[in-house]
């Protein structure tokens, strides 16, 4: 049994979800498909909860948008006017219910964690009904299952759970073995699970393909597919390198290392679940179905070459923070994160020295994040600064840390172009090699070493 994710960008409208409902009915039928919510919604549903907030007046007309852009795609996806208005009184339900959340928020002028994660997974029960009863519209077997009644068990973190796998996988193993069939089409919203004592918990924005991951090797599938509207890993951002190249094959640690530097393929944590069961991920592009693709397995060196990708974010900023001998100081790393931790600041890396402290966060993180550390008392460092207007670039492949020679040829011809490296991150990880530019110098830095690395 295959368990198949499909995302908001194969689900962008009518034509693309028929698309998509073509394909799987001719392809999918005894596998379980783990979807996002359509293209848009989920950002609609929290943005929604912040209009609530402010004025309940907001609710109707967040709620018909919601309505009409369902509508539209129902249309388009189901011909059979009696079952479409069946489907439409099915969803109406579900429409209630979400329009109350939202009047519970403003009545109570409360947004907490547990209403935000349960408001944000609408998206995900709606194009899961959809999906499946335009299908069954269409005469096949299909039904949709609810992370709940699934019994896919959270840690109960709002907004950024982990799945506990042996609870899961006990509880889904039954749940699908009771309804799955060779004919029979499975549904299954991504994105969420329920915690020990009942609470709806998200995996965090994008999260549907960490929970494909999470049924996948629950289940212990033949394989993950994860269906999207590219063709799969590249060498290098097409935005910035329009003749890079797909790579056909990848290991765990570079798929996990590529999605860290923003490849917007996967999940960061989607790799976690399957490499722990040895299940291989096939990233499938829908617009060439028998394409290849990219696979992720344990073992996958393909070529000679040891580098398989250029990859970078520019949503990285520095929060330095200056003390002497930081190494023999107990405990100041702990009081920094910790700080850092309960301002709900995520610290993407960190980098020290005995007398630099170097964090990289999120932009959108690092006026708070320094503002969060000067507070902590008693003070223990002498200064901090923070640093903007830096990429951070990573060239990645397994093996890259026991090759002589690959990263003096990256920094070579990155000094050669003439571009200052201001931090670098090498040895950690046995599959990337990261370091940080000015910003100016992004453009270039790609270039040259996709030259190198790849012409
Ligand atoms: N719909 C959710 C989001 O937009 C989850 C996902 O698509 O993976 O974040
Ligand atoms: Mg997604």
Request: glycine fraction near 8%.
């Amino acid at each position: 049994m295959k368990v198949i994710k499909i995302g908001g960008g194969c689900l962008k409208d009518g034509p693309a979800a028929g698309k998509i409902i073509k394909l799987i009915s001719k392809r999918g039928e005894g596998d379980v498909f783990v979807l996002s919510a359509f293209y848009g919604v989920t950002n609609i549903l929290i943005a929604g909860i912040q209009k609530a907030l402010e004025n309940e007046d907001t609710i109707p007309s967040v709620i018909s948008k919601l309505k009409s852009l369902h509508h539209t795609i129902i249309k388009s996806l189901i011909d059979d006017g009696n079952k479409r208005k069946q489907l439409s009184k099915d969803l109406s339900k579900i429409f209630q219910e979400l329009e109350r959340y939202y009047y519970g928020i403003s009545f109570t002028r409360e947004a907490t964690p547990r209403m935000k994660d349960m408001i944000a997974t609408y998206g995900e029960r709606i194009s899961a009904v959809i999906l499946s009863k335009s299908l069954s519209s269409m005469g096949k077997q299909s039904c949709c299952l609810l992370p709940e009644d699934a019994g896919i068990i959270t840690d109960g973190k709002f907004m950024d759970a982990s799945a506990i796998m042996s609870k899961t996988s006990k509880n889904l193993t039954a749940a699908l073995d009771s309804i799955i069939t060779p004919q029979k089409i499975v549904f299954i919203p991504g994105f969420y699970g329920i915690s020990e004592s009942g609470d709806i918990t998200t995996f965090g924005r994008g999260g549907s393909d960490y929970s494909a991951a999470v049924v996948a090797a629950s289940i212990n599938a033949e394989v993950l597919e994860i269906w999207k509207d590219t063709q799969g890993f590249m060498t290098a951002d097409p935005d910035n390198i329009p003749h890079c190249k797909l790579i056909p094959k990848l290991t765990y640690e570079e798929a996990a290392e590529l999605s860290y530097t923003g490849a917007g393929i996967l999940h960061p944590r989607t790799v976690e679940p399957v490499k722990k069961a040895g299940i291989s991920i096939a990233i499938k592009n829908t617009y060439n179905p028998d394409a290849k693709g990219s696979l992720i397995t344990k073992n996958a060196h393909t070529a000679n070459k040891i580098i398989k990708s250029v990859s970078y974010t520019a949503d990285i900023a520095v929060l330095k923070i200056y003390a002497s001998g930081i190494g023999a100081r107990f405990g100041i790393l702990s009081q920094i994160t910790e700080n850092l931790t309960s301002s709900g600041i995520n610290i993407r890396s960190v980098v020290t020295s005995q007398t630099c402290i170097s964090l990289l966060l999120s932009r959108k993180d690092i006026e708070m994040g320094h503002q969060s550390i000067k507070k902590i008392r008693p003070r223990p460092f002498e200064k901090s600064s923070i640093v903007t207007d830096v990429a951070l670039v990573s060239i990645v492949g397994e093996g890259l840390q026991n090759n002589r020679g690959v990263a003096a040829k990256c920094f070579t011809a990155v000094s050669d172009a003439n571009v200052n490296i201001e931090m670098i991150s090498f040895g950690t990880s046995t599959a990337a090699l990261y370091f940080l530019i000015h910003e100016d110098k992004l453009d270039t830095t790609i270039n040259v070493l996709h030259d190198i690395f790849f012409d």
